[in-house]
Nanobody, 124 residues
Framework: QVQLVESGGGLVQAGGSLRLSCAAS????????LGWFRQAPGKEREFVAA????????YYADSVKGRFIISRDNAKSTAYLQMDSLKPEDTAVYSC?????????????????WGQGTQVTVSS
């Protein structure tokens, strides 16, 4: 069983920045793919970014490419999502999740464990 806890969300003005953290416990964090997803009110959950276990590869949704950076520190069992140039349309609950196998990083159904999420609100 893997437990994930997100932090770092909050209210920020458009153009601002936030850094989300995802702290993991249980399991072998360094063996897992880590993904960030978000869900806005009335919308489906959508992929934001993913990073492979060794951080050798990173994947981003087109909507955040060039503005968000995903990273991880396996020694601390923690992953991060640096979000810059935030827009009101980035407002959502952001959740991290882990999956055991490489490939198809964009499908939320393939992730095995999830955190509870942290709210990010971007005001215009």
């Amino acid at each position: 069983q893997v437990q994930l806890v997100e932090s770092g969300g909050g209210l920020v003005q458009a153009g601002g920045s936030l850094r989300l953290s995802c702290a993991a416990s249980g399991g072998s964090f360094s063996n897992y793919v880590l993904g960030w997803f978000r869900q806005a009110p009335g919308k489906e959950r959508e992929f934001v970014a993913a990073i492979t276990s060794s951080a050798s590869s990173r994947y981003y949704a087109d909507s955040v490419k060039g503005r968000f950076i995903i990273s991880r520190d396996n020694a601390k069992s923690t992953a991060y999502l640096q979000m810059d140039s935030l827009k009101p349309e980035d407002t959502a609950v952001y959740s991290c999740a882990v999956k055991f196998y490489r490939g198809d990083y964009y499908s939320s159904s393939l992730y095995n464990f999830w955190g509870q999420g942290t709210q990010v609100t971007v005001s215009s």
